[in-house]
């Protein structure tokens, strides 16, 4: 067969036979590739690297950040003040612009940054045989058909087949959730095995942590399964946030709406006789009057703060509207390794001397205690529990250091709970070594099935002979059992396998331990001492055990409605062991038991069928990254806003699917980061319900400045439209206007984001993703408003005029009673369901301080003489002030009597 670029992709590797694989790579396995058939493979199939995507210039990239409907208003509004002549106010707005822009630039980028990690995750040097003889190349030399030498430590270089191996065991947590090392071989494997069994290929980026192996390489580049997962992340659509949506929805109505009034003005007032020129300036009165200028600016500071506040709260945002889309989240698609857990490896159960032992603590902290009935047992004083623990620590390679303030693994994380588990009971690493130095080993293979030590006493006693394997596998080789008292008695096989599969089928990983005493002059394991008359010493169960936390905080946040769903690679046993322990919700099975997919029935669901697979299960086992990326869009066809976690490679697809990616700081992969959203710097389940919880707030608070805003700026418009229609001068000029809108937003409106959480934010469902930001009782409330700011302000207006006081005086008393309805409304908007006094009156300390400062302000342009010239206003008597004050006083009872009169009518008749 000929190979070309494509065929490592059209060809089961892990179907073949050892003979087929090398007939089709055209390779010697003896003595490798000769060097210029490598130079000819190098220039068919290029580097072993992943292909740049092809990115927008960064000036495209700057340009697409106006690309809005409300920034579109935001410009014609520069213009227009422009135009006008009003040179500080048209910068001021334009920088409004300016800033969003560049905030929106600086943080995006996602899929850019996903590409080049997993480019720079596969840049490593590789062992070869090439020419009959060993030599270490970069691994972006590598070409299919090359033999590749592994040992322990290496970092996979390309995808390979395995044709010779030695106890290998590889670490492909990133790519499958597989959270424990796992066993390879080199026989053929059935075509539909799922990617996670495939245990005789090997991939690139993953980790060997065991053995040796020796493997002809089938895949580099852009054709492993590195490689898919990057055409994956890149494929994946960045979906609009529900903000964004949202906002862009509004903005799209407003600009109609403001056109369109505008229109009606200029042609209403030229029907009538006007001048064309009066006209065209009372149309631009009512634009400039009706756009929210300060509704960008509430929008990024609303969120700049929300950032802060989560940072805080251990989440880094990477980009600013993912701060809200966590506050509409349905769905949580959490990854199991690392994420819902602690990804230690922990033993919980022991069973010795015929009782069991509950083992407390989690990770490789060594805190905790062996209880029995709840009570705590002194392991030194129980032979059995004392023995099997010995063997555990003694039968064992693995270390664990301390790193940045973690104990950190550096070998096999199963023999690492043994460890700890033993320190739990009291037994030090380092005295038990020192008494018993180790003088032979059997190490781990996969035909046998166990590992075996020799070791040495101190005192010159008999030798110690430990060993730990497969429950079946040591109980072949045992004849009797040891007791508590420390006496030997009769080995039931049969009970002991039936515990073993009890602790099984509860998601534990179950290892059998036995020993026997030899001669002190026997310094080897002899084959004889394997065979048989071993004793029987216990087993201890492990699994990488649920945080803590993540248990308190599934219960939040399905407290609050949000459906959690967890997506692993790792086996369906062990998924529903944790998702029973953390408490998961979902469709029961016959026996009550969780709901639980594979990956092998994802394979068999169709698309239509998986939208209901989907939102019934709550555990999927097994999972290949591009089902996780399935599955995301299954969700998010019925509606959801899908929030999706996870640390590893395998995560980064349906990260960036997802409506806000959330990935682990300290845990996650360089490629998770880079397609996520938003950063948990603990890497704790725990703080996505803080982020929740700030993401509802932020909406909320955005709410409450949009609902209080938009009044001023239809009431303002309203003002100047039945000023055309009476024929009379302009109430408001359009310099007033704009100032009356930066002013009040930045001292009045910004300071809402302030606002502290209301106390029932997490008792309420989520928002419907599609139902807008203003229901129709917040949009009745804002037309009642800017109805009574209209009668108020016109009221005031004819009525001054009418007492005698000049147009600049009338004008200044609608400047006015606009912002002292502003002010009261304000306090009326700190909750949109409830009074200021629920909230506390001085619980938004900021907010008071924009109070005070707004007084101070509409008192400097009423009363200084610069001011009235820049502004065309005019001082007034104190008795226009009470009528300013009254008007305002009846808005704010107003909204209160309707809140009121809105909760009476919510609450169910006693």
């Not at 009970?495 to 080897?524: H, K, M, T, Y």
């Not at 201890?540 to 803590?548: K, L, T």
């Amino acid at each position: 067969m000929t190979m070309t670029s494509d065929t490592p992709r059209q060809i089961a590797w892990h179907q073949l036979q050892k003979e087929e694989v090398v007939q089709f790579l055209g390779v010697d396995l003896r003595s490798g590739l000769p060097a210029d058939e490598v130079k000819q493979r190098q220039q068919r199939f290029g580097p072993n690297r992943l292909t740049a995507q092809k990115r927008r210039s960064e000036l495209v990239r700057f340009l697409l950040q106006f690309h809005a409907p409300l920034l579109y208003i935001l410009l014609a509004a520069t213009v227009i003040s422009l135009f006008l002549g009003e040179w500080v106010d048209a910068s001021v707005i334009f920088g409004v612009v300016l800033v969003n822009a560049i905030v929106g630039y600086l943080q995006e980028a996602k899929a850019e940054r996903a590409i080049e990690a997993l480019s720079r995750m596969v840049l490593t040097e590789a062992t070869v045989r090439r020419d009959g003889r060993k030599q270490r190349v970069p691994s972006v030399e590598l070409v299919p058909g090359d033999v590749v030498v592994l040992q322990s430590g290496d970092r996979v270089p390309a995808d390979l087949r395995l044709f010779q191996v030695r106890d290998l065991q590889v670490d492909e947590s990133a790519l499958t959730g597989e959270s424990v090392p796992v066993e390879k071989h080199v026989g053929a494997l059935a075509l539909d095995t799922i990617l996670a069994e495939r245990r005789n290929l090997v991939f690139a980026a993953t980790h060997v942590t065991y053995g040796q192996a020796e493997a002809v390489v089938w895949a580099i580049g852009d054709q492993t399964e590195m490689g898919r997962i990057a055409r994956l992340v890149s494929e994946a659509v960045s979906l609009s946030t529900p903000l964004t949506r949202k906002i862009a929805q509004f903005s799209k109505v407003l600009l109609i709406v403001i056109l369109a009034l505008a229109a009606v003005t200029f042609g209403v007032g030229v029907w009538r006789g006007e001048s064309l020129v009066a006209m065209f300036m009372a149309a631009v009165a009512l634009a400039v009057g009706a756009i929210p200028e300060g509704l960008p600016a509430a929008v990024t500071i609303t969120l700049a703060i929300g950032v802060a506040r989560m940072a805080r709260r251990r989440a880094i945002i990477r980009k600013l509207p993912a701060v809200e889309t966590l506050g509409s989240t349905t769905v949580i698609c959490s990854d199991k390794t690392g994420t819902l857990t602690e990804n230690q490896m922990t033993v919980q159960q022991i069973y010795a001397g015929g009782e069991f032992f509950e083992v407390t603590g989690a990770g490789y902290e060594p805190q905790g205690e062996i209880r029995r009935n709840a009570r705590p047992v002194f392991a030194p004083g129980h032979a059995a529990l004392r023995e099997c623990l010995k063997a555990g620590l003694l039968c064992n390679d693995a270390q664990l250091a301390r790193q940045n303030d973690r104990l950190v693994v550096q070998g096999d994380p199963t023999e690492a709970a043994l460890i700890v588990s033993a320190q739990k009971a009291g037994l030090s690493e380092t005295e038990l070594n020192s008494h018993h130095p180790r003088l032979d080993v059997v190490p781990f293979e996969s035909e046998l099935q166990y590992m075996a030590t020799l070791h040495a006493t101190q005192d010159g006693g008999a030798n110690l002979m430990c060993m730990k394997g497969a429950v079946e596998r040591v109980l072949d080789r045992c004849t009797s059992a040891l007791q508590e008292d420390g006496r030997e008695t009769t080995l039931d096989k049969e009970e002991v396998c039936r515990l073993a599969d009890e602790l099984a089928s509860q998601g534990l990983r179950v290892l059998a331990f036995a020993g026997r005493r030899i001669s002190p002059d026997q310094n080897r394991i002899a084959h004889p001492d394997l065979a048989g008359g071993l004793t029987f010493l216990g087993l201890q169960g492990m699994i990488d055990p649920p945080r803590a936390e993540a248990i308190e905080a599934l219960r939040k946040c399905q407290t609050a409605g949000i459906s959690v769903k967890m997506i692993t690679g790792d086996h369906v046993l062990t998924a529903k062991a944790i998702a029973g322990q953390i408490g998961l919700n979902g469709a029961r099975e016959q026996r009550h038991e969780l709901l639980a997919v594979n990956g092998r029935e994802l394979d068999q669901t169709s698309d239509a069928e998986l939208a209901d697979v989907a939102e019934r299960a709550a555990v999927f086992a097994r999972v290949a990254p591009e089902q996780k990326l399935r599955l995301v869009r299954a969700l998010q066809g019925r509606g959801h806003v899908v929030a999706m976690t996870g640390d590893g490679v395998n995560d980064a697809p349906a990260l960036k699917q997802a409506d806000i990616g959330v990935a682990m700081g300290i845990a996650g992969t360089d490629v998770a980061k880079g397609a996520a959203d938003m950063l948990l710097t603990d890497d704790n389940f725990a703080s996505i319900e803080a982020a929740v919880e700030e993401g509802r707030n932020v909406f909320d608070n955005l709410t409450k400045f949009i609902v209080w805003t938009l009044p001023t700026n239809f009431g303002e418009g309203l003002t100047i439209l039945a000023a055309v229609f009476m024929g009379v001068m302009l109430p408001i000029l359009p310099v007033q206007l704009l100032y009356v809108n930066m002013a009040t937003a930045l001292l009045l409106g910004l300071f809402l984001v302030f606002e502290p959480k209301e106390r029932d934010l997490m008792e309420r469902p989520p928002r419907d993703p599609k139902m807008p930001i203003l229901t129709g009782a917040l949009m009745t409330r804002i037309g009642l408003v800017s109805f009574l700011m209209l009668a108020g302000a016109f009221g005031l207006f004819l009525w001054e005029q009418e007492r005698g006081a000049s147009l600049a005086q009338a004008r200044t008393t609608v400047v006015n009673v606009v912002v002292m309805v502003e002010l009261f409304y304000l306090f009326n908007c700190r909750s949109l369901t409830r009074s200021m006094f629920a909230v506390g009156v001085f619980s938004n300390r900021w907010l008071i301080a924009g109070v005070l400062a707004m007084i101070a302000a509409q008192l400097a342009v009423t009363y200084t003489p610069a001011l009235n010239h820049l502004f065309h206003t005019a001082p007034l008597p104190a008795d226009a002030w009470l009528r300013i004050l009254g008007v305002a006083l009846a808005a704010y009872a107003a909204v209160g009597i309707e809140k009121w009169l809105r909760l009476k009518v919510a609450k169910p008749t006693p």
